[in-house]
């Protein structure tokens, strides 16, 4: 199956936080499953890593693309097509940076592994 990591469980993924949930971890853990990342949360990163929001053990420039690589995570372009579906959207959410991953898993039939409820309710799979 195919899976699109929201920010927090990328992060709390490859540092193995007890955070994660036991199903996500096996669902990202399994070689079976093609897991993505979006360029929105390396730039969510970034912000708040700019901000001295999210410390990280070196610059999100450095660190991010090294920590998806190593855990296998792929990188998910960022679509015209997603942007523009982002106005459609309802407001359930008002994080521009959530919103845009729904808008990817949406166009490209991704199941976002999130413990976020709120991007639950939009007509987007998601597994906690």
Known sequence: ???LL???????AIIKAEELSSRAE???GDSGNRIFLSPVSSWEISVKYSLG???LPEAPGKYIPFQRE???IESLPLSEKAALLH???PN???DP?????ICQALVHNLTIITPDKLIAQYTVPVLW
């Open 1 to 3: 199956m195919n899976f």
């Open 53 to 55: 929001k999210l410390p």
């Open 26 to 28: 096996r669902i990202i």
């Open 70 to 72: 190593r855990h296998g």
């Open 97 to 101: 940076f959530d919103r845009l991953i």
């Open 6 to 12: 929201d920010t927090c469980t990328f992060l709390w």
């Open 87 to 89: 106005a459609g959207l």
């Open 92 to 94: 359930h959410h008002k």
